[in-house]
């Protein structure tokens, strides 16, 4: 399995970006997805989780009402759509597969087996 994590960029506070998280092999849509971030000197943490259908997401009470994630399991991707941008969002956004068939929403990184590279969000003031 392989995760391509893409969209990140440099946007003013207040601003949007969409993260995509792109998927090898055919067994995408039955395992649940997050996102994750780690700012410059901090541990990484949960962003966000949706279930393997799509019906059920968590969210981090920091982003919560400011980020959506999202999935399409015909194109293998799953998103992060990131809306009222703070400099305090400024970090590499990782996107990962939890490791559990048919499996629900998880904010724990351990339960995630699979990583993509990361992709840069910096958010100016």
């Known amino acids: 399995v392989q995760l391509q994590a893409s969209g990140g960029g440099l946007v003013q506070a207040g601003g949007s970006l969409r993260l995509s998280c792109a998927a090898s092999?055919?067994?995408?849509?039955?395992?649940?997805m997050g996102w994750f971030r780690q700012a410059p000197g901090k541990q990484r943490e949960f962003v966000a989780s949706?279930?393997?259908?799509?019906?059920?997401?968590s969210y981090a009470n920091s982003v919560k009402g400011r980020f959506t994630i999202s999935r399409d399991n015909a194109k293998n991707t799953v998103y992060l759509q990131m809306n009222s941008l703070k400099p305090e969002d400024t970090a590499v956004y990782y996107c990962?597969?939890?490791?559990?068939?048919?499996?629900?929403?998880?904010?724990?990184?351990?339960?995630?087996?699979?990583w993509g590279q990361g992709t840069l969000v910096t958010v100016s003031s």
């Open positions: 990962a597969r939890r490791g559990t068939l048919y499996g629900g929403t998880s904010t724990s990184s351990v339960s995630y087996d699979y």
């Open positions: 092999g055919r067994t995408f849509s039955t395992y649940a």
């Open positions: 949706i279930n393997w259908s799509g019906g059920s997401t």
